[in-house]
């Protein structure tokens, strides 16, 4: 008989280590060496985001290879050129503002080679990261000073509010941002992200394009009935008005991140992309709550089957599975992100010294 225990069954202690993680790097320790800490930083959250693109879009069976994923990312939106990737970004909120201003509805437009949708795919969800990351540094300010309108960033980013590079008023990308000291999330930025994601992608029989709610009610699987779609909008306000709950609770910041992203994609409010954008959310939150670099939750055949084994013990309530999966890919990180810091004769994090 075996006696093997799940790989779940452990998400508490897993979940606890990943918080003490969290806790002893923020703030990053001040010693002489750094300078070299923060380099370490900086290159890990860059490997990271090309691994959760990757990642993501392999647990929906699209995109590209992992080699093939960075490549592209670094010609089509260079580290070296952010004017480029704030040009990019720009021009991308006009579109998005002029689309729900006119309530513009329309078919989706598939009409790609599946070679060109899958780098097409790719350079759109490095767009949408871009975009969750210039919002998360862009509300760090708003919170400390709702007088200032302008951020100045460089690529790549090194987490630091004002880092130098380029100045930008983020206001006219997120005006809705810092309304209230408790909101974080709302509709308009959650929809701007899944147009930037998913613009021109959506699948022709959804009858809309990316950034608007379905318009039909979609089956992905048999574990779980969404909302109908009538009642997406009512369900939306609903989850924004929740998720910023939890994110102002003392919770645990892995459940946290665990909730908001179960609660997102069992709404399903989009036609398409609603499982990338779920893992969107989860990494905000982790990020808000102080993790240096992005969690990739990975894509391969033994991952994915404990991915959706998560995901389907959440629909019975028990979230903790998933939860779990979350911290494992937490500590991983961690404990890679250490290994650097070793080889470079530096002090490695740990969650003890939390």
């Known amino acids: 008989m ?6 779940y069954e452990d998400w508490k202690t897993q979940c606890e280590t990943a918080e003490k993680y969290v806790h002893a790097i923020n703030p990053v320790p001040r010693a002489i060496h750094e300078k070299k800490i923060e380099h370490e930083l900086d290159a890990f959250r860059d490997f990271t985001i090309f691994k959760v ?6 647990l929906e069976n699209v995109g590209l290879s992992e080699s093939d994923t960075k ?10 050129e952010p004017h480029k990737i704030i040009q990019i ?23 790609f080679e599946k070679k060109k949708r899958a780098a097409l795919e790719v350079v759109r969800h490095y767009d949408a990261i871009f975009v969750a990351l210039f919002y998360i540094y862009a509300a760090q300010i708003a919170a400390l000073d709702e007088k200032v309108k302008s951020i100045r960033i460089s690529i790549p980013l ?9 100045q930008f008023d983020y206001r006219k990308i997120f005006p809705n941002l810092g309304r209230t000291p408790l909101e974080f999330f709302n509709e308009e930025l959650i929809r701007h992200l899944n147009f930037t994601m998913a613009h021109q992608l959506m699948p022709k029989d959804a009858g809309i394009e990316a950034g608007f709610y379905r318009i039909d009610n979609r089956v992905t699987d048999f574990t779980i009935a969404f909302p109908s779609h009538e009642n997406v909008p009512a369900a939306m306000k609903e989850f924004v008005a929740r998720s910023n709950r939890i994110l102002e609770s003392k919770e645990n910041p892995i ?24 893992r969107l959310l989860m990494n905000m ?10 969690a990739a939750l990975r894509g391969s055949k033994t ?27 937490v500590n991983d990180g961690f404990q890679q992100l250490n290994r650097n810091l070793e080889s470079a004769g530096l002090k490695p994090i740990r969650p003890e010294a939390s």
């Open 255 to 278: 459940l946290k991140a665990a909730r908001i992203s179960y609660d997102f994609v069992a709404i399903h409010p989009f036609p398409d992309f609603n499982g990338r954008m779920s």
């Open 89 to 111: 970004l720009g021009e991308i909120s006009e579109v998005f503002e002029e689309k729900i201003f006119q309530n513009n509805f329309r078919p989706g437009v598939i009409v």
């Open 2 to 7: 075996n006696h093997k225990r799940p790989w």
């Open 53 to 58: 693109i990757f990642e993501s879009n392999r």
């Open 158 to 166: 090194n987490g630091k509010l004002d880092s130098g590079g380029i």
């Open 71 to 80: 490549k592209l990312i670094l010609s089509e939106r260079s580290f070296k």
């Open 303 to 329: 991952e994915k089957h404990k991915y959706i084994t998560a995901l389907r013990h959440a629909n019975r309530g028990k979230i903790g599975s998933y939860a779990g999966l979350i911290a494992r890919t």
């Open 285 to 294: 939150v982790l990020l808000r709550e102080g993790l240096p670099f992005f």
